[in-house]
């Protein structure tokens, strides 16, 4: 019995014959193997998924930094998205900033039984009074599609009255299996909204917007950091550290870069459509993966001098981190992990072990879809249903005036049997025979598989990592990097690595057992203790 | 940080910003917590568990250990009955509680999911409980939420086989597992046989042993709370949160009950003793009278550092009313005191305390934000913050010390094993803020001016 079949032992019948399906050991790598993903998970199951308002607000909207984002329903959930995410952000040089900041209705009963479409108009007007912003995005919590708060009529009647930007989300959390389907609300509103409506043209003949980086830890900043070395020029980022302001010239841009293809490769998709604009997909997670995506860009651009500087930076950035990487390999090399999170991290983070000798045999997503694990050529295959069917999907046509292909449809086809231009080949092709995937990870599968597979450290959140810390095996949160980071790029390498290192040296695994327990304190012969019978 | 709060401040009828408040459901899932072999079940969206689960591991560095009916749009128009059903068994077959405790959310109260008649409706298994409450996340706070779900554990569990246990009950309210443990020691000393319910002491703290527990060694047991129909009275530790459970009991068991403070502070932790002094007729042992001369030892050693200093203070309603009593023992001046948990009781007892200590001119509000407390300390700012984590923006923004205590601290650590409650608690929380403002007098002082003895 390999280790998924004993993992799956455990269940009773019905579990097991749905959990099935989600669950894979592969074989014959790089493996074609079939998994189920995006599905409803099992009512009563400890799932570490999240809703669709945690998706579109929590994940997508709520980075960006210019915008007043109100949370219409009660109170916990904007105050449980409030701060939490660690998207860092520093307001452009005279624009605002309201990411330390929480905004809600906090609905009230009687705002449930009347409706809470006018406590919404007054949160709207007084947000404006006090804070005069350029955007305000409102993201609706599950009351609200139930109660039928016609929120996209409060935001047309916002922009008319008070001349700003005013999108509705309804991304009420009952919607769609997971986070995923509000990655998609969201997409679909900056898509219809924002994007495209902006005229401020790059004032250079490279310029990008990432999509899918939320800054987590400063990520973002990294990887900025390198691409402007190398001469590029970041339109906008979506979301993290990103701007309504700058959003809205993201069409202008020469190339999007996708680095998570979960939460945003709707926009990237849309914009091929609408825009032309070509997409790449990208992993600054990792030193390989960076120097592969920064290669990537510049083959993309076929620019002789920018491959030249391309070239230059990765030397420079390579013998600067040389001896730190030198240094963590030799603690780490030969450690085993697994790791669980989203919908793009758990390939990407793969790179960056690899980078210090760590092999994953653990991986898997928790709102993955089926072309985050196969590779996007399963798309056509994959059949809507009655959860997927309820999120709009948007068509685009070609923009009369803005549409622009940069190469010929020939010239793309060229590039694309080199570089992953508008295309993605998923994590299960990166991993080895043996190695486990799981979609829609739960807790007692992750209990599981580590006792099964004794990986020498974990990667998940926080809802997991003390069950695991608990059970004797270091745990790194890979969502909130442990309020660490950047882990992005060459310098982000660096700081993972020191940050695993610690997670599986630190002294205090010493003393976990206490020396009594290995010890008898019992002193004396056998037999003669006492005297007495103890019939 | 905090940049565009203006010092202006304006009426707001409609929008929260900052809140000082969460809702109902993480009240039950932290009270669900504090039963032994427990696992609470939150009935709604995934993202609900999700949230709660993390907003707790955050706090408490712990597992939060709970299941979801993971609704979708299906059940949302049709009804959750189905899926708390199969929940149900799941959970029983998989995670093996003993008991379930479930609370309701947001949107299965919008829809109307008659719980109770769904668990009366199902099959448990022999031996086992589910138990419900109605936490709806749009009535009051995550301090209901919490009384809430000790009244479904009531309503369910508790009996009355009219043979008295001989024990009192003790309701400690929303508090760390470590003011959990301290109300036992006293209740201990005092030789009072009793139940606390609920108790996430050796849950919400467990101990490291090299293997995860699901249902660690803590908790009240089942046996225990049905058992509190037999108790001789109830101690409810802070009326905020327990006036509602103490009054059922008394209505259903006729159990009277003695409505204290936390004991937060020497008066306060003073009454309780007392309180129970009363029930066991043992006197205060010399340990507990050696630690409150210790602590009046320590408050007249070091007063000039706290003497007239101004504190705003905010978090839960019990929480605060406790540390006001606490600062105006230290001789400090409460100059803003604000809860975001709507109850008008709160404004009346904190008003009553300052009163009796002569304090005037300080605001006082339930029902209030951390944005409205900054707009007051922009206009007259304090020389002391006390409360959870996200007074931390606002102690950087106006460069005011900031010391951590009650709910939620997500950017701290042991905190929770420590108590706020008793002598050890007040001891602890003055050397503290002590402390804090002490090393803010180092930090800022004239270099000849640096004392090399205070």
């Given amino acids: 019995m390999n280790e998924r079949t004993r993992m799956l032992d455990h269940y009773t019948t019905r579990v097991y014959k749905n959990r099935k399906d989600h669950v894979l050991q592969i074989e014959n790598a790089p493996s074609s193997q079939e998994i189920a993903a995006n599905t409803r998970t099992i009512p009563?199951?400890?799932?570490?998924?999240?809703?669709?308002?945690?998706?579109?607000?929590?994940?997508?909207?709520?980075?960006?930094?210019d915008c007043l984002v109100i949370t219409h329903g009660p109170i916990g959930c904007g105050y449980y998205s409030w701060g939490t995410r660690r998207n860092k952000a520093v307001a452009e040089p005279g624009g605002q900033n309201y990411l330390p900041y929480c905004f809600s209705t906090d609905m009230q009963e009687s705002d449930i039984v009347f409706g809470g479409e006018k406590k919404l108009e007054q949160a709207i007007a007084e947000a404006v009074e006090i804070f005069h912003p350029a955007a305000i995005m409102i993201c609706s919590t599950c009351p609200i599609g139930l109660i039928g708060d016609d929120v996209e009529a409060v935001a047309k009647r916002t922009e008319e009255k008070y001349g700003i930007k005013c999108i509705a989300f309804s991304c009420e959390g009952y919607k769609g299996v997971s986070q995923s389907a509000g990655h998609h609300i969201a997409n679909n509103g900056l898509m219809k909204h924002i994007i495209g409506t902006g005229d401020k043209r790059p004032a250079t003949k490279h310029a990008i917007n990432i999509l899918g980086e939320y800054n987590i830890g400063g990520d973002g900043w990294e990887q900025a950091r390198i691409l402007k070395r190398i001469g590029y020029e970041i339109v906008t980022v979506f979301t993290g550290d990103g701007s309504f302001q700058t959003m809205k010239n993201a069409h202008l841009a020469d190339l999007n870069l996708v680095m998570c293809h979960r939460s945003i490769n709707y926009v990237a998709e849309m914009m091929k459509d609408k825009y032309g604009t070509d997409w790449l997909k990208v992993n600054f997670i990792g030193v390989e993966a960076t120097i592969q995506s920064l290669r990537d860009i510049a083959k993309y651009f076929d620019d002789p001098e920018l491959t030249a500087r391309t070239e230059e930076v990765i030397r420079d950035e390579l013998a600067n981190i040389a001896d730190a990487v030198a240094y963590y390999k030799s603690k780490l090399k030969g450690k085993k992990a697994g790791i669980f999170v989203g919908g793009s991290r758990s390939h990407h983070y793969q790179a960056l072990l690899r980078d210090f000798g760590v092999e994953t045999i653990i991986a898997g997503y928790e709102f993955a879809h089926r072309d985050d694990y196969e590779g996007r050529q399963v798309l056509p295959t994959i059949k809507e249903d009655a959860d997927s069917k309820n999120i709009e999907n948007l068509v685009m046509t070609p923009d009369p005036q803005l549409y622009k292909q940069r190469y010929s449809d020939e010239k793309i086809e060229e590039l694309r049997r080199e570089l992953p231009l508008g295309t993605y080949a998923g994590m299960i092709r990166d991993m080895k025979d043996g190695h486990v995937v799981i979609d829609d990870f739960n807790h007692f599968e992750t209990e599981q598989i580590i006792k099964l597979m004794k990986p020498d450290i974990f990667f998940s959140g926080i809802k997991d990592k003390y069950i695991i810390q608990k059970g004797g095996t270091p745990s790194r949160q890979m969502h909130s990097y442990d309020y660490a980071g950047p882990y992005a790029g060459f310098l982000g390498a660096v700081n993972f690595a020191r940050d695993i290192t610690m997670a599986i040296y630190t002294n205090a695994w010493a003393f976990v057992t206490p020396p009594w327990k290995n010890h008898s304190t019992l002193i004396g012969t056998v037999g003669t203790v006492g005297g007495d019978d103890h019939a | 940080?905090?940049?565009?709060?203006?010092?202006?401040?304006?009426?707001?009828?409609?929008?929260?910003?900052?809140?000082?408040?969460?809702?109902?459901?993480?009240?039950?899932?932290?009270?669900?917590?504090?039963?032994?072999?427990?696992?609470?079940?939150?009935?709604?969206?995934?993202?609900?568990?999700?949230?709660?689960?993390?907003?707790?591991?955050?706090?408490?560095?712990?597992?939060?250990?709970?299941?979801?009916?993971?609704?979708?749009?299906?059940?949302?128009?049709?009804?959750?009955?189905?899926?708390?059903?199969?929940?149900?068994?799941?959970?029983?077959?998989?995670?093996?509680?003993?008991?379930?405790?479930?609370?309701?959310?947001?949107?299965?109260?919008?829809?109307?999911?008659?719980?109770?008649?769904?668990?009366a409706d199902m099959d448990i298994p022999e031996g086992k409980y589910v138990v419900h409450t109605n936490t709806p996340s749009y009535v009051g706070s995550h301090i209901n939420g919490f009384y809430n779900m000790m009244q479904g554990f009531i309503n369910y569990l508790t009996v009355s086989t009219g043979t008295p246990n001989g024990k009192t009950a003790i309701f400690p309210g929303f508090v760390n597992p470590g003011d959990m443990r301290e109300i036992k020691r006293l209740a201990g000393l005092m030789k009072v046989p009793f139940i606390l319910f609920p108790d996430t002491s050796g849950v919400m703290d467990a101990p490291m042993v090299g293997r995860f527990e699901m249902y660690p060694k803590g908790g009240t047991t089942i046996n225990e709370i049905r058992s509190l129909g037999d108790c001789t009275e109830v101690l409810a530790l802070g009326p905020m949160t327990n006036t509602e459970p103490a009054e059922l009991l008394k209505k259903k068991f006729k159990v009277p009950f003695t409505l204290l403070p936390l004991p937060i502070g020497i008066e306060a932790t003073d009454r309780f003793l007392m309180e129970l002094s009363r029930i066991s007729k043992a006197d205060v042992p010399y340990e507990l009278e050696e630690q409150r001369g210790q602590l009046v030892d320590i408050l007249l050693d070091s007063h000039q550092y706290t003497y007239q200093k101004t504190v705003a203070i905010y978090g839960d309603p019990d929480i605060v009313t406790g540390l006001t009593s606490l600062c105006l023992e230290m001789g400090m001046v409460p100059k803003?005191?604000?809860?975001?948990?709507?109850?008008?009781?709160?404004?009346?007892?904190?008003?009553?305390?300052?009163?009796?200590?002569g304090v005037t001119g300080a605001v006082v509000k339930a029902n209030s934000d951390l944005f409205e407390l900054h707009q007051l300390i922009k206009n007259e700012p304090v020389d002391l913050l006390l409360g959870g984590s996200y007074g931390k923006a606002i102690a950087k923004a106006e460069n005011i010390p900031l010391v951590r205590a009650g709910f939620p601290i997500l950017d701290r650590y042991v905190h929770s094993y420590l108590p706020l409650v008793g002598y050890t608690g007040m001891i602890r929380i003055v050397e503290r803020i002590t402390n804090t403002l002490m090393d803010r007098q180092d930090a800022t002082c004239a270099d000849e001016d640096l004392e090399t003895v205070m």
Avoid at chain 2, 23 to 48: D, N
Avoid at chain 2, 336 to 357: H, N, Q, W
């Fill in chain 1, 44 to 65: 009563g199951i400890i799932t570490n998924r999240g809703c669709c308002y945690a998706g579109c607000k929590g994940v997508v909207v709520g980075p960006l930094k």
């Fill in chain 2, 1 to 119: 940080m905090l940049d565009l709060t203006p010092k202006t401040m304006t009426e707001r009828k409609a929008l929260r910003i900052n809140p000082c408040k969460t809702c109902q459901p993480v009240g039950a899932m932290y009270a669900a917590l504090g039963v032994h072999k427990c696992l609470p079940h939150s009935h709604g969206s995934q993202g609900c568990a999700s949230y709660h689960r993390t907003y707790l591991s955050r706090h408490f560095k712990e597992p939060a250990m709970a299941s979801t009916s993971s609704f979708t749009e299906g059940a949302s128009v049709f009804g959750g009955g189905g899926n708390l059903k199969t929940a149900v068994r799941n959970v029983f077959d998989i995670y093996n509680p003993d008991i379930i405790a479930v609370h309701t959310t947001c949107l299965s109260e919008t829809i109307g999911d008659d719980v109770g008649a769904c668990i």
């Fill in chain 2, 336 to 357: 803003y005191v604000i809860t975001g948990t709507p109850m008008e009781e709160f404004t009346k007892e904190v008003t009553a305390l300052l009163e009796r200590y």
